[in-house]
Structure formats: structure tokens, C-alpha cells
């Protein structure tokens, strides 16, 4: 594990995934359908986490491909300017592909999301694009499932697999199962099972070690297989009921922090770039987790999801604020 959280201290990440656009009810606590203005901002799992992880202090170059047309523009020019994140191997590509597209609200009861990727232009990144990343210049390599769920997104992802373990880099995966990005579930279980045996440090929820390992009753014991053969680190989250971590030294059990939240959306991305940036910052294991729980309480708390990760100054005033984290869950 030395070598993976020596990896993350680096503060430097390479992150392989989409960028997209979000669009959201100007006004909070309405739907879709009654809302007559709309946000724009940048979205899209990968580059959510590199944004967390640049408005932390840390550095981080997305790799992706993006339409050529005034939304593919406008996710890379956000990317870039807004939010810091290096766009040197962001790829323009041609023909039919389109962005993402999400459109959300900002409430929790009777919460729509709607989520258009066909066609998506970050499938269609090549293993010509991953081989012309310089993995030496990193500390870790970071991406999240749903890169791995149409080719040749799949296999140039397999590819900067093996491109960044031999540079030495750890992979960080965060399982992130979408269904409707799959053509079956059986071949998400496969390929995202084959992905985070090849993983260093694998985050989800219970559902979705639950979903590779056949059933959600199974999730925990396929968390626990995966940190006693393959990997390092592997955080099991629970929803309200917190989150396991797992490692070859034992078990840590984390609560969450409870807030009013606005919406559901954009959690997970920040968790993953708020226990990265902690463990860079020299925080140990169980705090970094707990950290990262914050970072996610904050963003629910906010509209939109890149707009609302938090800097390092909104972190120390939340938790200073806030009375502490749950009593988390014992788990057989």
C-alpha cells in the first residue's frame, strides 16, 4: 500500500473519462417541466472528480474525447478556464458523436435526472489517444466505470491500464455503474469486475459490489476478496449508513455527515476527489475517507456538481461548523 498512497502524494493525477454538460433549473426546488430558465455548467463523472481535485490544490489533466461543435467547446473551454483542469489530451472528434448531456434538478423529493448519451463523444476515445499520454509525468491514474462501457472507450481505458502500471502509477476506480450507458448488465458485470481486479484502489457503493459480485447480499464479501487479493484499498459505501473501508490491515468503519441536501447528485465525484486529496495532503487513511464524506455532504448541498465542489477554505469552515460525522453501521 506504500507505494499506491506514495503515488497519491504526488498530488498529480491522470484522469481518463467524459466531460459533459449539465443543465439545471435555474430556480431551486422545481421540476423539469415547470422550470422556464436553466444553468449551464460543466458535468460528467471523470472530469467532476478532477475538477474536486483542482479546486483542492491538486493538479489534474483529463483525457476524453469531445464533439466538434458549440457543446464539445463549451465542455473544454470550462474545463480548462473555469476549473484549472489540464486539457492537453482532450480530443476533438468529428462526424455524429455528441457530448453528454445531463439535465437535473435541484430538490430531493420527486428528483429527475435525465441523462443523454447516445452517441457519445467520449466513447470514442482511441488507443491512439491513450498512448499519447506521458504517464511519467503523474502520481496516479483515476477513472470511473462508465469509460469502460462502449469500444473503443473500453479498450483504449484497458489500455492506459496497463500504460500507467508500467509507469509505475497506481489505478484508482471508482466502479460508478450506470445501466443505461451498457448494452447488458451481464457484460457490465463482466468488464467492471475485470477492471477493478486490475485496480489499486476501488471505490463504490453497495450496490454496485454488489452488482459485480451477483447480488447486493454478496457486495460486501466481493469488497473484502478484492482487498485481500488485488488490491490495496477498497471503500464500500453505504449510503446513509456510511461507508467499510478495506485493506490487508483490517477494516475501517466511517459515518457520514448529515445535511439538508438540494439534490443527489454529484456525491460520489466528490467523495473520490476529496479522499484523494486528503491522502495527498499527508491526512492518514480513516481521515481521508472522512474528509471525503464531507466534500460529498457539501456538494448535495449545492446546485449543480462542479460549480459546487468545495475549496480547501469551504472544507475546513464545514467542518469546523458541523457537529461531526454519524455513528457509522457495523456490517457483519
Given at each position: 500500500?506504500?507505494d499506491?498512497?506514495?503515488g ?6 491522470v484522469?481518463?473519462g467524459?466531460v459533459?454538460?449539465?443543465?439545471f ?8 417541466e ?20 483542482v479546486?483542492?490544490g ?8 469531445v ?15 473555469k ?8 480530443n476533438t ?19 429527475q435526472?435525465?441523462i443523454y ?11 491512439d ?5 506521458d ?6 491514474l ?20 496497463d ?20 448494452p447488458?448488465?451481464?457484460v457490465a458485470?463482466d468488464?467492471?469486475?475485470r ?12 450496490e ?27 471503500v ?14 483490517g477494516?475501517l468503519?466511517?459515518g ?7 439534490k443527489p ?10 479522499m ?8 492518514e487513511?480513516?481521515?481521508a475517507?472522512?474528509r471525503?464524506?464531507a466534500c ?9 456538481c ?10 475546513t ?10 455513528v457509522p453501521?457495523?456490517?457483519?
Amino acid at each position: 500500500m506504500n507505494d499506491v498512497i506514495e503515488g497519491i502524494r504526488k498530488n498529480d493525477f491522470v484522469v481518463v473519462g467524459r466531460v459533459g454538460l449539465d443543465l439545471f433549473p435555474t430556480e431551486v426546488g422545481i421540476g423539469i417541466e415547470e422550470a422556464t430558465s436553466f444553468t449551464k455548467d460543466m458535468g460528467g463523472s471523470s472530469a467532476n472528480i478532477a475538477t474536486g481535485i483542482v479546486k483542492l490544490g491538486g493538479k489534474a489533466a483529463l483525457v476524453t474525447s469531445v464533439s466538434d461543435d458549440a457543446v464539445g467547446r463549451t465542455c473544454q473551454t470550462m474545463l480548462r478556464d473555469k476549473y484549472g483542469v489540464d486539457d492537453t489530451y482532450v480530443n476533438t472528434v468529428g462526424g455524429e458523436a455528441r457530448n453528454s448531456l445531463a439535465l437535473y434538478e435541484s430538490r430531493i423529493a420527486g428528483h429527475q435526472s435525465v441523462i443523454y448519451r447516445n452517441g457519445a463523444a467520449d466513447f470514442e476515445m482511441t488507443e491512439d489517444d491513450i498512448r499519447a499520454v506521458d504517464y511519467h509525468r503523474f502520481g496516479a491514474l483515476v477513472t470511473a466505470g462508465t469509460v469502460f462501457a462502449a469500444e473503443p472507450s473500453r479498450t483504449a481505458a484497458f489500455t492506459a491500464f496497463d500504460l500507467a502500471r508500467k509507469a509505475g502509477l497506481p489505478i484508482i476506480f471508482d466502479v460508478d455503474y450506470r445501466p443505461y450507458s451498457w448494452p447488458s448488465p451481464q457484460v457490465a458485470a463482466d468488464v467492471l469486475s475485470r477492471a477493478g481486479a486490475l485496480s489499486d484502489v476501488i471505490v463504490g457503493n453497495d450496490e454496485e459490489f454488489g452488482f459485480m459480485a451477483g447480488g447486493i447480499e454478496k457486495g460486501l464479501d466481493k469488497a473484502r476478496e478484492l482487498a485481500a487479493t488485488t488490491a490495496s484499498i477498497v471503500v464500500y459505501k453505504m449510503g446513509e449508513h456510511g461507508a467499510v473501508t478495506i485493506t490487508k490491515d483490517g477494516e475501517l468503519r466511517t459515518g457520514i455527515y448529515n445535511v439538508t441536501a438540494l439534490k443527489p447528485t454529484g456525491a460520489g465525484d466528490s467523495f473520490m476527489a476529496g479522499m484523494l486529496s486528503s491522502i495527498a495532503d499527508g491526512y492518514e487513511l480513516e481521515e481521508a475517507v472522512l474528509r471525503g464524506s464531507a466534500c460529498a455532504a457539501i456538494v448535495v448541498g449545492k446546485p449543480g456538481c462542479a460549480p459546487a465542489m468545495p475549496y480547501p477554505a469551504d472544507l475546513t469552515e464545514f467542518l469546523n461548523t458541523h457537529p461531526g460525522a454519524s455513528v457509522p453501521r457495523d456490517e457483519g
